[in-house]
């Protein structure tokens, strides 16, 4: 390393030395200033279709918890009810137990291996169509632009300076957003309780507080989130545009740009020829509508959520200038590469990563029908005692002692009778019954309940071969005759 | 160093100029509202401060202008807590062992106060699986030195056994029959012969035989004839298979000579009449009770 800097130039008397200030103004600025977007309006099958999704997408999430489902007396008729205090989650003929919280798992598992094929597919689906953020942001614009007006209106807006007109479009404009965001967050709450009840509270003042705190929460994250920020969340918070990279290949269909038809751009004029030039004509009619602020025609890039309306706008101005649609379309980085070389270009939907995730779904998807199904509406823990781990009696013979839960799911009291299996001339005991060694041990468990029952379970000494001896419990429902197993073991000395 | 920018020759923009395997990092901006972001917490945490418990002081800390503290956070939820028991604190309080027993509601709270209580004052001698250890009785099984009904759990837990303190205490004394030289070592040995017939195990018929005649003279009237025992007066069974200082000859031998005298607090003079009861149902529960 020259530790004397750089050899000064000669420059008439005196040396010119050849340095930059390392803080110059220019360079300093470590924060960027954010820039606004404008997005245009734009009409198209893209875009139709989007409208579809966000009308399918809010009301699945606003009336949701108004669908009553009947199930019978003593138990909530909401379809769909999340009841922390009671811990059960219901969805129409299902009803979850937090001990069955590996449904929810399951769920959780096949929502993203579902994410991850759709993907691997069609590039960032998730991301251009039915991201929350991308619905509500949607939504946003439609209040902006019938507000304000489309873009160029907005600029001119943005410029003017303030007086009453502005004043007035402005307030209007962020009192309608407050008024979405707080219906967005008013909506949630409705999962968590009985909705027509808590409507009525909420309006009367007698909610509980954590009520309107969500409800203020929620009101807060959507109105900054999806009116203020917008695709500031996509490109600096979402983590999802930069995993998304791990899920596509070069089969992977997303919005692209057709290089090989548009380039090179020029400009188009009535009556030149369309020989030894591209397409494009280089209008940013794609640049003009995207909500990202990108330009779909510098390739793939993270920024880019996949919301089509670039495809809309292109195959607008392809139709005015008689041009085939499609030069913005889906397609993939090894069609590219094919019709460079010549070849047409080909979907491929059935690669390995797909059918491997595929294959997951299907069996995740499989294992969770089958769990459903299968589902009892009885089950049984049994823990046995650790201290003591066993208790000799006077006359010789060995007990132990087991803590026996009962889950009764179904909305009936039902009796159930005790009974094991596994050492010779076992008896059982229920603590606090009349009699502890009557050896029918009955429980009654109140519909939808748990409940724990002292099981005392005591064998001759001599029939003890081992320190520790598998038995087994067997539930039995009296009036159905259904029964439910737990194995378990008996300890005796060693 | 000398101002040079290293420009990223894909993406056009600027380096870091920190290279690893030749990968470097863009020197892309943050966005300006990451920076409100982060002044607005340094503002918030200036306010959190002041209102809020936050530095600590010389002697103790500063309180903050609201007043918050977990440790009345804990008593408020204690104080609710002993508010939701008293309702059940106030039917145990009338209610008997036996109604206490039966009625699952008050049997439920019993047993969750009373394996509490248990733990805290009676874990240390019986363990906290009440197996007991030696000369300190395991009150899962079926023997019981003072008797094992509800009403004499409670009575023990009461009144304690052996101590000064409460003129109720269960008593008895055993003689420390060679110390006392009531009987001579052989003696001693012949019973102890007997009392190993009696629980069943080897033993020596001669001496056992001499034993069954000192036995009747010197133990029959508090362990019964046929060593059953009497828990009037404390007095434990021979004839099974419970000890509670061991059943080999030594052991017995030296119970015999020297005597043993188990001694345990008076419970009532130290935890409230409610709380007794829980441990007595409690106790009871445990698979031993009468």
């Given at each position: ?5 750089p050899?000064?130039?000669?420059v008439?008397?005196?040396?010119r ?8 103004k ?20 893209f ?9 399918v ?9 108004w ?13 769909v ?8 989650f ?8 937090p ?16 994410l991850?094929?759709v993907?691997?597919?069609f ?19 439609v ?7 489309d ?24 009192a ?16 968590y ?8 509270d ?22 900054t ?9 996509c490109t600096?918070?979402c ?9 596509m ?9 057709r ?5 090179p751009r020029?400009?188009?004029?009535k ?5 030894n030039?591209?397409d494009?004509?280089?209008?940013n009619?794609?640049?003009?509508v995207?909500p ?14 996949t919301?089509?309306l ?10 005015r200038i ?14 590219a590469e ?10 491929r ?10 294959a997951i ?18 089950q ?6 650790r ?6 009696l006077?006359?010789g013979s060995v007990?132990n ?8 799911k179904a ?17 059982l005991?229920?603590v606090?019954?009349?009699?502890l ?6 429980v009654?468990?109140k519909?939808?309940?748990?409940q ?23 539930l ?9 197993t737990?194995?378990s ?5 060693e | 160093?000398?101002g ?12 870091t ?8 990092e ?20 200036v ?11 010389i ?20 104080a609710a807590a ?29 047993l969750a106060?009373g ?17 007991g ?23 023990t837990i ?6 000064d303190?409460?003129e109720?205490a269960?008593?008895?004394d055993?003689?420390a ?10 003696e ?10 009696l629980?069943g ?8 035989g ?5 036995f009747?003279?010197q ?18 069974a021979l004839?099974?298979?419970l ?8 052991t017995?031998i ?18 409230d009449?409610?709380t007794v009861?829980?441990l ?8 031993g009770?009468?």
């Amino acid at each position: 390393m020259n530790h004397q800097g750089p050899t000064p130039k000669p420059v008439g008397d005196i040396d010119r030395f050849d340095v930059k200030p390392v803080n110059k103004k220019g360079n300093r600025s470590l924060y960027k200033p954010r820039k606004r977007i404008h997005p245009k309006r734009i009409k198209g099958a893209f875009r139709n279709f989007k409208w579809l999704v966000m009308a399918v997408t809010l009301g699945i999430y606003y009336l949701t918890p108004w669908i009553r489902w009947d199930r019978g007396p003593g138990a909530p008729d909401q379809a769909v009810l999340i009841d922390f205090p009671a811990r059960r989650f219901y969805f129409f003929f299902i009803e979850i137990w937090p001990q069955e919280i590996y449904f929810i798992a399951g769920l959780l598992i096949l929502a993203g291996i579902g994410l991850f094929l759709v993907t691997s597919l069609f590039g960032r689906a998730w991301c251009g169509y039915s991201c929350p953020q991308t619905v509500w942001v949607d939504l946003f614009l439609v209040v902006e632009r019938a507000i304000e007006g489309d873009r160029s209106a907005r600029i001119r807006l943005d410029q003017a300076p303030m007086n009453a007109s502005k004043a007035a479009k402005r307030i209007a404009k962020h009192a309608i957003w407050l008024l979405i965001a707080a219906g967005t967050g008013g909506a949630w709450i409705f999962y968590y309780a009985d909705a027509p009840t808590l409507a009525i509270d909420l309006v009367t003042w007698k909610a509980p507080p954590v009520a309107y705190i969500t409800v203020a929460v929620l009101t807060f994250t959507t109105y900054t989130l999806g009116a203020l920020m917008r695709e500031q969340v996509c490109t600096y918070m979402c983590p999802w545009p930069r995993i998304q990279g791990a899920m596509m290949d070069e089969e992977s269909l997303t919005v692209t740009y057709r290089a090989d038809r548009g380039e090179p751009r020029k400009p188009f004029r009535k009556g030149e020829t369309w020989e030894n030039r591209g397409d494009c004509i280089d209008c940013n009619a794609c640049v003009v509508v995207c909500p990202m602020g990108i330009d779909i025609r510098d390739g793939q890039q993270f920024e880019c959520i996949t919301c089509s309306l670039c495809i809309d706008a292109c195959d607008e101005v392809m139709n005015r200038i008689g041009r085939p649609r499609g030069l913005i379309d889906y397609d993939s980085l090894a069609n590219a590469e094919r019709r460079a070389q010549g070849r047409t270009g080909a979907i491929r939907f059935f690669r390995l990563r797909t059918l491997i995730y595929l294959a997951i779904l299907a069996l995740v998807g499989g294992v969770m029908l089958t769990a459903l199904l299968t589902r009892s509406d009885t089950q049984i823990n049994v823990l046995r005692d650790r201290n003591p781990l066993f208790t000799r009696l006077s006359d010789g013979s060995v007990r132990n002692g087991y803590t026996f839960k009962v889950l009764n799911k179904a909305r009936a009291q039902r009796t159930f009778v005790i009974s094991a299996d596994g050492i010779d001339g076992i008896t059982l005991g229920l603590v606090g019954s009349d009699n502890l060694n009557d050896n029918t041990p009955y429980v009654t468990v109140k519909p939808d309940r748990v409940q724990s029952f002292r099981l005392l379970v005591t064998v001759p000494g001599g029939s003890l071969s081992d320190e520790s001896h598998d038995i087994r419990f067997i539930l039995e429902d009296i009036n159905t005759g259904k029964t439910a197993t737990y194995d378990s073991i008996f300890r005796g000395p060693e | 160093m000398a101002g040079q920018k290293d420009i990223d020759s894909i993406s056009g923009i600027e380096t870091t100029g920190h290279e690893w395997d030749g990968i470097k990092e863009l020197n892309n901006p943050l966005p300006r509202w990451w920076l409100w972001i982060f002044w607005a917490c340094v503002v918030w945490s200036v306010g959190y401060w002041i209102a809020y418990p936050a530095w600590p002081l010389i002697t103790g800390y500063s309180k903050g202008l609201l007043g918050y503290s977990s440790r009345a956070d804990v008593a408020a939820e204690v104080a609710a807590a002993k508010q939701d028991q008293a309702v059940f604190r106030a039917k145990l309080e009338t209610a008997s062992l036996e109604q206490i027993r039966t009625q699952s509601d008050l049997l439920e709270f019993a047993l969750a106060g009373g394996r509490s209580a248990f733990n805290v004052n009676c874990s240390q001698c019986h363990g906290s699986g009440a197996q007991g250890f030696t000369g300190y009785p395991n009150l899962n099984d079926d023997e019981w030195l003072w008797g094992g009904s509800l009403a004499d759990i409670r009575k023990t837990i009461t009144h304690g056994v052996r101590n000064d303190e409460d003129e109720d205490a269960r008593t008895s004394d055993m003689p420390a029959f060679l110390r006392d030289e009531i009987l001579t070592q052989p003696e001693v040995a012949d019973v102890a012969e007997f009392v190993l017939k009696l629980s069943g195990q080897d033993h020596d018929p001669d001496r056992a035989g001499r034993g069954a005649v000192v036995f009747a003279e010197q133990c029959e009237p508090c362990h019964g004839q046929d060593g059953g025992g009497d828990p009037e007066v404390g007095a434990p069974a021979l004839n099974n298979a419970l000890w509670l200082y061991a059943g080999d000859r030594d052991t017995i031998i030296e119970t015999v000579s020297y005597s043993r005298r188990g001694v345990m607090p008076a419970w009532g003079r130290i935890l409230d009449e409610v709380t007794v009861k829980q441990l007595a149902v409690y106790v009871h529960s445990l698979g031993g009770g009468q």
